[in-house]
């Protein structure tokens, strides 16, 4: 579930706590659209967005659609939910929706 940043559980946090926290509160705000998962659709959604000094998303913006409309709906969604460190300047990140095997 969770590329440059690569936000719903994995991405280039490297020694930057400030990203890390950021990409941890997108993945903790994710949800998996249930008709989605019921579907079997994955994929992975680009989206860029600004923190203002509240520390609240603004511009966000699709930058790379997964080609599921129910997916891009959600990743934007997901951005609106969090509440960010302040961050310099815009960010992009992936968001990944992928179904789990079961053991």
């Not at 705000?29 to 994929?43: C, H, I, Q």
């Amino acid at each position: 579930m969770p590329g440059g940043f690569q936000g719903g559980g994995s991405g280039r946090s490297g020694s930057d706590p400030v990203l890390a926290r950021i990409l941890s509160t997108i993945e903790l705000n994710k949800l998996y659209p249930y008709a989605a998962r019921r579907a079997g659709l994955s994929g992975r959604v680009l989206v860029r967005f600004l923190i203002d000094e509240k520390g609240a998303p603004v511009e966000v913006e699709l930058l790379r659609s997964s080609g599921v409309p129910i997916l891009d709906e959600e990743a934007v969604a997901t951005i609106r939910r969090g509440s960010y460190p302040r961050f310099g300047g815009p960010l992009p990140v992936w968001i990944r929706f992928e179904l789990k095997e079961r053991s």
